[in-house]
């Protein structure tokens, strides 16, 4: 008697219309995943929507900015009959590097922490409920968030949100620990895209797929990590 076919598993990728997302969600079609990956609404056509066309309906996008709780509330309602093996939150944005803290505008200042650290954790707390009992939740930090490593100062302002991040969402892990899943804050390392500039030491290709198979890898390990790409632990 043949085996019952597993059902197809889908992540759910949060901020993938270029960069890291769209890599991401790239390389999760190509290990036969389905993918939900979200655009900000009146963006034109983005690589994602390229990708789409490419997908054998594999790919399905949706519209999110994550800084607009109304519209994170429309997600929810527009997939609350669907679950995800995965949820993955990929946001970011910065401020002028060499400014130290104390010259940092305050307007500045409020745009990043909102951007990087409470609006990712606002569509975590939102969409939990659409992630199966012992899937994976993870958002895109950085090893600049890691305070033990922070030797160079420099973009200041965006190393305190990554910061900030990887303690709210260790407040959320802790929160809950009575469950099977698995938690994670992933460090792609320094990569060449929009963010992090041309001078940057990795390639996506030489940081997305080996992501992506630490993800994999780590769906069967409950709890918080905070890992690289390589899948070696991140200090706090």
């Known amino acids: ?20 997302g769209h890599a991401m969600a790239a390389e999760f079609l190509g290990h036969g995943w389905n993918v939900v990956g979200t655009v900000r609404g009146g963006t034109r056509r983005t690589p994602l929507h ?30 609350s009959e669907r679950r995800f093996d995965m949820l993955f939150v990929n946001a970011g944005t910065t401020n002028n590097e060499q400014t130290p803290i104390g010259q940092v505008p305050t307007d500045d ?19 939990q409920d ?12 950085s090893g600049q968030g890691s305070i033990t490593n ?8 965006y190393r305190g949100s990554k910061a900030a991040l990887n303690m709210f969402m260790r407040s959320f892990s802790v929160r809950q620990s009575d469950t099977g899943r698995a938690f994670v804050l992933m460090a792609p390392g320094w990569v060449r895209t929009d963010l992090g500039g ?11 797929p080996n ?3 630490v993800l994999l890898v780590k769906r069967e390990r409950p709890g918080l990590e905070y890992l690289d790409y390589l899948g070696r632990t991140v200090p706090w």
Not at 1 to 20: D, H, K, N, Q, Y
Not at 109 to 127: G, H, Q
């Open 130 to 141: 659409l992630v199966t009992p012992t899937g994976l939740i993870g958002a895109m930090s």
């Open 1 to 20: 008697m043949p085996r019952p076919e597993r059902p197809v598993p889908t992540i759910l990728i949060i901020g993938a219309s270029r960069g890291l």
């Open 150 to 157: 922070n030797t160079t100062a420099l973009r200041e302002v």
């Open 198 to 208: 041309p001078a940057a030491h990795l390639t996506i290709e030489e940081s997305i």
């Open 109 to 127: 200042f409020v745009t990043v922490m909102v951007t990087n650290a409470l609006s990712p954790m606002r569509v975590i707390e939102v969409l």
């Open 211 to 213: 992501l992506v198979n």
């Open 50 to 79: 390229d990708l789409a066309d490419t997908s054998q309906g594999r790919l399905e996008i949706e519209v999110l900015d994550i800084n607009e709780p109304a519209q994170l509330a429309v997600l929810h309602n527009q997939l």
